[in-house]
């Protein structure tokens, strides 16, 4: 088997035959006898040192060096430590881009394949998922209003929730960057705090700087994101809408790329409040607001259908003209 199979062969583990980006990428972060390493898993050491012929000690420094390079993953078995390979171009993606040495080069890879194939494989997955992977969560509301926000749906709850937190830079930002927005606000809990604490991808933070965290994304015009379901929760990423490997796309073309629920919220109003300033329109990723008359006056008014209930414009709004409604049943969040 030739090199450039190898690089092939990772492709295709990973669904994305036929890439011409993908293989390259994987030529930059490993050589081949780590290709052939990560096309032997799963396994643990002992198993993949006997099947290619290499001793147990230098197995286990070259899967070490493939766990920090967030190309494999690991689980603790009766039998040992299991090794597996990342399962899709989305955690390779993620878990990728944080390797800590990762040279200028491979995010810069990254960004031209954010570019010219990315684009397709999120329209032909948003086909396939009965629903969005991640889904919106709404910013911190006002107390008499969180009654109606649920445990899953409340990022102070989920935080509190957890047993350690963690924060690395979103890795959106770090290949892209041209919104100059704040890079180390991806949060990690749970599981995931633990897997990025020990890989070295970044650091463990307390609750309360996680909620600093939070709090400083929300004064920043970024919207929280989590995973789509309503237990066992990975992260809450802080995202821009022109780095967003998901928003931007999104905002092109939602019909297209159905990658990112909204929330059970919608923002609404409160015309008798609002003195037409327009700070809400700036606020909006989606242009889910606009300037309307009413009575003489120019007020907010909000389309339902474009509206991801994030609420980032209630956070500003000098009146305090804008409240979020539920506009979504429970069941709406899948339960898996």
């Given amino acids: 088997m030739n090199q450039d199979d190898l690089y092939e062969q990772l492709s295709e583990r990973i669904m994305t035959k036929g890439s011409k980006i993908i293989p390259e990428l994987f030529r930059i972060a490993v050589d081949e006898e780590e290709a052939r390493i990560m096309l032997a898993i799963p396994g ?140 180390e606000v991806c949060l990690q809990v749970g599981k995931a705090a633990v897997y990025t604490i020990e890989r070295g991808s970044g650091r463990e933070v307390s609750k309360e700087e996680a909620m600093d965290i939070i709090r400083k994304s929300e004064e920043a015009g970024l919207v929280h994101v989590t995973m789509n379901r309503t237990d066992d929760y990975h992260y809450i990423c802080n995202c821009c809408d022109d780095c967003c490997v998901a928003f931007g796309l999104m905002i092109k073309d939602r019909g297209r790329f159905n990658i990112c629920d909204p929330s059970r919220f919608v923002a609404v109003v409160i015309e008798e409040k609002c003195n037409g300033c327009g700070t809400c329109l700036d606020r909006c990723f989606f242009d889910a607001l606009e300037l309307v008359e009413k009575d003489g006056e120019e007020v907010s008014n909000v389309d339902r259908e474009l509206c991801m209930g994030c609420g980032l414009c209630q956070v500003t709004c000098p009146e305090e003209a804008i409240s979020m409604h539920e506009a979504r049943s429970p069941d709406f969040i899948p339960s898996y």
Wanted: overall charge negative.
């Fill in 44 to 183: 643990t050491a002992d198993h993949l040192a006997e099947l290619l012929g290499i001793s147990v000690d230098e197995m286990e420094k070259k899967l070490a060096g493939l766990f920090r390079k967030g190309l494999i993953f690991k689980k603790e078995t009766p039998e040992g430590t299991l090794y597996r390979m990342c399962r899709d171009i989305v955690q390779f993606h993620d878990a990728s881009i944080l390797w800590p040495e990762a040279p200028q080069e491979y995010l810069d890879l990254w960004k031209r394949h954010t570019k010219e194939e990315w684009p397709d494989f999120a329209a032909m997955v948003s086909q396939m998922l009965p629903k969005p992977f991640s889904r919106v969560i709404p910013v911190q509301q006002p107390v008499e209003a969180r009654n109606q926000v649920l445990a899953y749906e409340d990022v102070e709850e989920i935080i509190n929730g957890s047993d350690r937190v963690a924060v690395a830079n979103c890795t959106c930002r770090l290949v892209d960057g041209k919104c100059g927005k704040p890079l």
